[in-house]
T-cell receptor
Framework: AQSVTQPDIHITVSEGASLELRCNYSYGATPYLFWYVQSPGQGLQLLLKYFSGDTLVQGIKGFEAEFKRSQSSFNLRKPSVHWSDAAEYFCAVPFSGGYNKLIFGAGTRLAVHP | KAGVTQTPRYLIKTRGQQVTLSCSPISGHRSVSWYQQTPGQGLQFLFEYFSETQRNKGNFPGRFSGRQFSNSRSEMNVSTLELGDSALYLC??????????????????FGPGTRLLVL
């Protein structure tokens, strides 16, 4: 069965530092992978997605993610974090038996120190 | 292009009541999915509607239902509310360019959510 694991519940970084949020997935075939961000009291905003092709995917707000099939990972990275990046980040994969049924990880809450 | 809109944004109900939430997808999008978000269970899929038909369903009791109208707008209803139904309910839309016979994974765009509090 499909599943997504985000091992880090909370991460704190200093403004200007680099960031890597981990995501591991379990998926029977070539996965489709998504990263969403949620600011407090808001809905989910799509950061980036991987459907196929280049394993390094660029997204909005300076984020990128790398798909590594051998490690079943799709980690999200940003070279220099801004205070406005403080939010909760979710990795997701679609349920293979459905069309638009996403399975989400538990999320990683990012805090940014000035 | 306007994004996904959800109404109302906030709602307070008491146990036993019922509630109806509304979602208007992005113009041209034909698929609408609903998710429940709680601190304990995280984000969980409720159901998906395409062309006025439910084509995917999550593992929720029958008290949770939905429908989709010909203009792709969707509503979800929760009857006999329980305290545990307090959550953020998120709606997402996607283009749904495939036919019903082809299973396509598409990008879903989420609305701001409706926060439901059951007292």
């Amino acid at each position: 069965a499909q599943s997504v694991t985000q091992p880090d519940i909370h991460i704190t970084v200093s403004e200007g530092a680099s960031l890597e949020l981990r995501c591991n997935y379990s998926y029977g075939a070539t996965p489709y992978l998504f990263w969403y961000v949620q600011s407090p009291g808001q809905g989910l905003q799509l950061l980036l997605k991987y459907f196929s092709g280049d394993t390094l995917v660029q997204g909005i707000k300076g984020f990128e993610a790398e798909f590594k099939r051998s490690q079943s990972s799709f980690n999200l990275r940003k070279p220099s974090v801004h205070w406005s990046d403080a939010a909760e980040y979710f990795c997701a994969v679609p349920f293979s038996g459905g069309y638009n049924k996403l399975i989400f990880g538990a999320g990683t809450r990012l805090a940014v120190h000035p | 292009k306007a994004g996904v809109t959800q109404t109302p944004r906030y709602l307070i109900k008491t146990r036993g009541q019922q509630v109806t939430l509304s979602c208007s997808p992005i113009s041209g999008h034909r698929s609408v999915s609903w998710y429940q978000q709680t601190p304990g269970q995280g984000l969980q899929f409720l159901f998906e509607y395409f062309s006025e038909t439910q084509r995917n369903k999550g593992n929720f009791p029958g008290r949770f239902s939905g429908r989709q109208f010909s203009n792709s707008r969707s509503e979800m209803n929760v009857s006999t509310l329980e305290l545990g139904d307090s959550a953020l309910y998120l709606c997402a839309s996607s283009l749904a360019i495939g036919t019903s016979g082809r299973r396509l994974v598409e990008t879903q765009y989420f609305g701001p959510g409706t926060r439901l509090l059951v007292l």
